[in-house]
């Protein structure tokens, strides 16, 4: 389960000024590709641990196309499926979308697909969602819905997600981006499963494509909702660093 909440966007920005480009017709956004590797001690997708809080290894790649559409995969090592049974130990997530502006205002909307190659649980853990966002200034309010069962969980079709997101440039490279989101399980049975999530992250830009990231990241789920095998609440709160080279 990724981000498409987890984790930490990083920025930078280049100014030109003088009376030699006061005239200058702006510059046409320019397609781009690139690959991210990293690692972090432990791999939470919407403040609940997929790694049983042990380390986990995550790499992608991302195309994003000058007219503002955009495709990526991105993947993790997990253990949250062999805990409930099944066999897989990794994320795969495919996503595409398109970005564009209004104004001041931007937006966001695409799909995002979770694979989960070979689970076998009794409900399979793929999982398809849709997605749209706006952004005014630092702030973007994001919402995601299932189209068919989340992540393993009967009958949750409709299930939702919405988070509220702000990134912060601080100077020197660092960025501060508090998190609020809340995770809806619809179905019978499966409210005990819906919780609100709070993440508190500061980043760090290291130069030539290095990035750290540490993390205080908590819920409110329910005691026994998000449990590994040991009894471990994987939604209590804890400490998150990370690291990841994009070239």
Do not use: C
């Not at 990526?72 to 099944?86: F, L």
């Not at 997600?161 to 609020?180: I, R, S």
Request: aromatic share 12%.
């Amino acid at each position: 389960m990724k981000k498409i909440v987890t984790p930490l966007m990083l920025a930078m920005s280049l100014a030109a000024a003088g009376s030699a480009f006061a005239q200058a017709a702006p510059a046409e956004p320019e397609s781009s590709l690139s690959f991210n590797v990293g690692g972090v001690n432990e791999y939470r997708y919407r403040g609940i641990s997929q790694s049983r809080m042990d380390p986990a290894l995550q790499g992608g790649a991302d195309y994003a196309d000058k007219s503002g559409v955009y495709v990526g995969v991105w993947a993790s090592s997990i253990k949250w499926i062999k805990d409930s049974g099944g066999k897989s130990n990794a994320e795969v997530d495919y996503y595409g979308g398109y970005k564009f502006s209004v104004g001041e205002v931007a937006y966001d909307v695409g799909f995002l697909h979770y694979e989960y190659s070979g689970n076998g649980l009794a409900v399979s853990a793929n999982t398809n969602e849709l997605y749209g966002a706006v952004t005014m200034g630092p702030t973007t309010l994001k919402y995601s819905q299932s189209t068919g069962n989340l992540f393993g969980f009967a009958n949750s079709k409709g299930s939702s997600y919405v988070d509220l997101t702000a990134n912060f440039d601080l100077g020197d490279g660092y960025t501060f981006t508090p998190h609020l989101g809340y995770q809806s399980v619809k179905g019978a049975g499966n409210s005990i499963y819906s919780y609100t999530d709070a993440a508190l992250t500061l980043g760090k830009d290291l130069g030539n494509g290095l990035a750290a990231s540490a993390a205080v990241i908590g819920t409110n789920a329910k005691t026994g909702s998000y449990v590994s095998p040991a009894g471990k609440q994987l939604g209590k709160a804890g400490l998150v660093v990370g690291l990841k080279y994009t070239f």
